[in-house]
């Protein structure tokens, strides 16, 4: 078993690298956290900085300076609620949307790339697979 572990992990690394060699020509201004982050604001429109914390287990110093970076590269826009404006609501912004459009077409087509030789019967198995590795 360690050493079928031992290719599995290798494996994976060599995919990971592959990947990852593939976003450095980016140059991008947003760390990988920021944009998990501006992926969840798009999907939860006016969320709160509370959720923000909540979702990503994060203090809310943490939070507000990653934040802040999404505001200063005009990605997200903060706002107080009229409601209660202790409460700040986050929504995406223009620019913001094309960066996740951007990220998420260079996505497709790296993975599509690498994914392209599986058939289906595979895609399904790596599917379960990568479930079961969420889940626990």
């Known amino acids: 078993m360690g050493?079928?572990?031992?290719?599995?992990i290798s494996l994976y690394?060599?995919?990971?690298?592959?990947?990852?060699?593939?976003?450095?020509?980016?140059?991008d201004e947003i760390t990988p956290q920021q944009?998990?982050?501006l992926e969840y604001i798009n999907k939860v429109p006016n969320c709160s900085m509370s959720q923000i914390c909540d979702f990503f287990n994060l203090s809310p110093s943490r939070a507000t300076r990653i934040i802040n970076k999404l505001v200063k590269t005009n990605f997200i826009q903060r706002q107080h609620s009229e409601e209660d404006r202790r409460k700040v609501i986050l929504s995406i912004t223009n620019q913001g949307t094309q960066?996740?459009?951007?990220?998420?077409?260079?996505?497709l087509d790296v993975l599509g790339n690498l994914f392209r030789n599986l058939t289906s019967e595979d895609i399904e198995v790596q599917t379960k697979i990568l479930k079961k590795l969420v889940i626990e």
């Not at 050493?3 to 599995?8: A, G, P, R």
């Open 99 to 107: 960066k996740i459009f951007k990220r998420r077409e260079l996505r």
């Open 35 to 37: 944009v998990r982050m």
């Open 13 to 27: 690394l060599t995919i990971l690298g592959h990947v990852s060699s593939k976003y450095e020509f980016l140059d």
């Open 3 to 8: 050493e079928e572990l031992d290719k599995m």
